[in-house]
């Protein structure tokens, strides 16, 4: 497959903003009044997060500027269909070893895809290509043999290393007060961000004072208003 050139794109202006590991309906009504872009619903009954027992109304009801995503590890495309079919998800995060093949059957079923990959050196970036084509976006955590939720942050410099045009979500330990780190590790390419155990109270449960503080903050360094279309649904 070929590579995809290294991306000229300017930075972006609005960053998107992931919030993770949702399982409360309570906790899931709060947080979508903060108009994340993206929430994200962990069907992995290894995870403190397993929203496999969530009622499908919590997920369904989310306003329209909210979008589910669906995160599997190492989910038959069957059993990954049939949930997001039961949750009304269309973005799915595959967060295991699912390979390009398994990307591009699921992205030829009308999914969005977004591929999660574990870094800790640059070698984990170089090894992507295979990739270019089959996913929307890809999702950087720290690499962690339990597919993440480690809390920890990876070295974001690696970033520079990055050559493909596909945008990413950056992810792995980010708290309330990496504001300005998270300016300074904005790269082009980079559409936004992924959070969820440094904000929570408990596993599943998000702290929201420390959320609005923290996307508040985010915000500011917006040029504009946030564009609540994403660039996946966007006609070019």
Known sequence: MKSEAKSTKP???????????????????????????LMGFIFH????????SLNPESVQSLPPYVH?????VDKTDET?????????IHIVQLHGSESPAQCS???????????????????????LAAY???????????????HGGTGKKFDWQLLDSYQLDTPYLLSGG???????????????GMAGIDINSRFETSPGIKDISKLVNFILSLRKFNE?????????????
């Open 11 to 37: 930075l972006h202006a609005d960053m998107m903003i992931k919030i993770c590991g949702m399982r409360d309906e309570k906790n899931i009504s709060d947080v979508a009044a903060l108009t994340p872009m």
């Open 45 to 52: 009954e290894l995870s403190p997060r397993d929203a496999s």
């Open 68 to 72: 589910p995503v669906g995160v599997f």
């Open 80 to 88: 990954i269909t049939t949930t997001c079919n039961r949750y009304g």
């Open 105 to 127: 059957r699921l992205k030829e079923k009308g999914f969005t895809i977004f591929k999660a990959i574990g870094i800790e050196n640059k070698a984990d970036l170089h090894n």
């Open 132 to 146: 270019a084509g089959c996913v929307d976006m890809f999702l950087f955590d720290t690499k962690s043999p339990s």
């Open 174 to 188: 980010i708290d309330a007060g990496d504001i300005e780190a998270i300016i300074r590790a904005m790269r082009p």
């Open 224 to 236: 504009h208003e946030p564009d609540t279309t994403p660039f996946w649904e966007k006609k070019i």
